[in-house]
């Protein structure tokens, strides 16, 4: 499975930026694609996942109504709308894969290893 980002950049606070992430090498009936953000001395953390089963979101409550994930399995594509971004949204934005991990870290708050990962796309929202 490869994962490869687009779309982050310098804004200002209160701006927007979509960010977009294309999935290559895996069966869209059996994955999830979702996001993860991780800022300089920080823990990962998970942003948002849509559900290729029945398309539902999810998001981690910091980012909610401000966030918008939207995803096209049909494409394999995943993207982030973020609006009103506040400096504290600044980090290296991760798109990545897997089949159960979303939903096992969302919904019961497991955490565990994902299949695979994007490289990464910087996000940097200055005050």
């Known amino acids: 499975v490869q994962l490869v980002e687009s779309g982050g950049g310098l804004v200002e606070a209160g701006g927007s930026l979509r960010l977009s992430c294309a999935a290559s090498?895996?069966?869209?009936?059996?994955?999830?694609l979702g996001w993860f953000r991780q800022a300089p001395g920080k823990n990962r953390e998970k942003v948002a996942y849509?559900?290729?089963?029945?398309?539902?979101?999810y998001y981690e409550d910091s980012v909610k109504g401000r966030f918008t994930i939207a995803g096209d399995y049909t494409k394999n594509t995943v993207s982030l709308q973020m609006n009103s971004l506040k400096p504290e949204d600044t980090a290296i934005y991760y798109c990545?894969?897997?089949?159960?991990?979303?939903?096992?870290?969302?919904?019961?708050?497991?955490?565990?290893?994902?299949?695979?990962w994007g490289q990464g796309t910087q996000v940097t929202v200055s005050s």
């Open positions: 990545a894969v897997d089949r159960i991990s979303w939903f096992l870290l969302f919904v019961r708050s497991i955490n565990v290893s994902f299949e695979s």
């Open positions: 090498g895996f069966t869209s009936d059996d994955y999830d």
């Open positions: 849509i559900s290729s089963k029945d398309g539902a979101t």
